[in-house]
Each structure stands twice: as structure tokens, then as C-alpha cells.
């Protein structure tokens, strides 16, 4: 049973070590997510979920190690206390053990779930109704990015229909439109490089019976990058 969630956007550049000189530009993006990550605590769940996009699915135990190194910084993440052997935590994984890490989260156990960044919309409801079948408190803290085509320095460039996809993302997110996020075009997300639209879809099916309430956090797109923040409880 889902009984909260956090929803935070996974750029490496949240980590201020790996954005350097720029680190101030994303306090407003850190401090929102620190606020949906005490929500969860919040919210007293018997175990956290993480999930972010990848190139592959995958499940990822508590003390799973990531790094960002490939970013060109010394710094080494574990998903929540401990050591566990195994792959290394993708990208969207590593941002969410530091914000834990930096939020001191261990009031209960955590996972991390890797999710096909290109999952059809149905085998992601199917994910989420996994996550949240049983009887256990579940908190999910979500972890992707809206379009990457917001301005003409994107990474994917400029493209007019950015912005109103980010729109119905952010409405959706802020107000814990279920059908909304389930209805996000899958086709689009990919055009426009948006890696949160399998997780969001995932949180949507999760959510489905929980009677959720959503509040917006933060809306903006630095880098021309969307970056949403939300909470639901």
C-alpha cells in the first residue's frame, strides 16, 4: 500500500561536487526535494522504493553503491546504510542516494528499481501495482526529467511542444492526476528526452487506491532541462 511519495528530477548537476562553479543555480531545485523527501519520513512507511530511469530495468538492494566518478568527480553514494555487493547504481539512482545521504534518511529500509527509461505504458502500470500489492506501508521517492528540449542549449534542442508536455506533466505531478500521468505520450516523452515519464507512470499505477494528495514544489527548467519536484501524501 502507497502511503507517500516524493517525485525529484535526477541530474547529476544536483549533486553540487559534479556542478562546481554552477552548484547555486539548483539550491532552489535541492531545498524543494529535501522538502518531498521529509514527507516521506513523514509519512512513517515501512520500507522506501526508489525508482529512476535507465537504459535497463533492474533491482538494486540497500547499500548498493554508485558514483560519479563519470562525471569527473570523487565521490562514491550508497542506496541507504550498508555494503552490498553487485551492479553499480545507473545515474538517477546515485542522485537519489545522495539526496538521501544528504537528507540523512534511515528511518526504514530502501531498494532501488531501475525502470526502462522506453517501458510502454502498460508494463509500467504493471510495475507499479507490484510495488504497491501487499500489505506493507510503501513510500516511493521518484526520480526523472522533464523534456530536455526547452531551449535552443538543451540537449535535445528546441522544440515547441517542451513546454506544454512539461505543463500537463507538472499539473498532473501537483495535483496526483493519476489519469493524467497515465495518459503521457510515450512517443513524445521520447522525442523530447523526458526520462521521468516511466517512473511518473509507474507512481500512477502505485497510486492507484491510495487517495493521494499532490503539491507542486518546484516547476522550472534550468539548462533547458524540465525539472519538476512534487509530493503526494
Do not use: N
Amino acid at each position: 500500500m502507497l502511503v507517500a511519495a516524493a517525485v525529484c528530477p535526477c541530474p547529476p548537476l544536483l549533486v553540487p561536487e559534479v556542478a562546481a562553479g554552477a552548484a547555486h543555480e539548483l539550491d532552489p531545485a535541492r531545498a524543494a526535494c529535501a522538502e518531498a523527501l521529509g514527507g516521506l519520513a513523514a509519512a512513517r512507511p515501512d520500507r522506501l522504493v526508489v525508482l529512476g530511469p535507465a537504459e535497463d530495468g533492474g533491482h538494486y538492494p540497500q547499500g548498493s553503491r554508485g558514483s560519479f566518478r563519470g562525471f569527473g568527480v570523487d565521490l562514491d553514494v550508497t542506496l541507504g546504510p550498508g555494503d552490498a555487493p553487485g551492479p553499480e547504481l545507473p545515474a538517477s539512482l546515485a542522485v537519489a542516494a545522495w539526496l538521501l545521504t544528504r537528507t540523512g534518511w534511515r528511518d526504514v529500509p530502501v531498494e532501488g528499481a531501475a525502470v526502462d527509461a522506453g517501458l510502454p505504458a502498460e508494463q509500467c502500470a504493471g510495475v507499479g501495482a507490484e510495488i504497491a500489492g501487499g500489505s506493507d506501508r510503501i513510500a516511493l521517492l521518484v526520480m526523472g526529467d522533464g523534456s530536455a528540449s526547452r531551449s535552443l542549449k538543451a540537449p535535445g534542442y528546441l522544440d515547441d511542444r517542451a513546454a506544454p508536455f512539461d505543463a500537463r506533466a507538472a499539473r498532473a505531478l501537483g495535483t496526483a492526476d493519476l489519469a493524467a500521468l497515465a495518459a503521457l505520450d510515450t512517443g513524445l516523452a521520447r522525442e523530447l528526452k523526458a526520462s521521468g515519464r516511466a517512473p511518473w507512470q509507474v507512481l500512477a499505477a502505485a497510486a492507484e487506491g491510495a487517495s493521494l494528495e499532490g503539491t507542486l514544489l518546484y516547476d522550472e527548467a534550468p539548462y533547458g532541462v524540465g525539472y519538476l519536484v512534487a509530493a503526494w501524501s
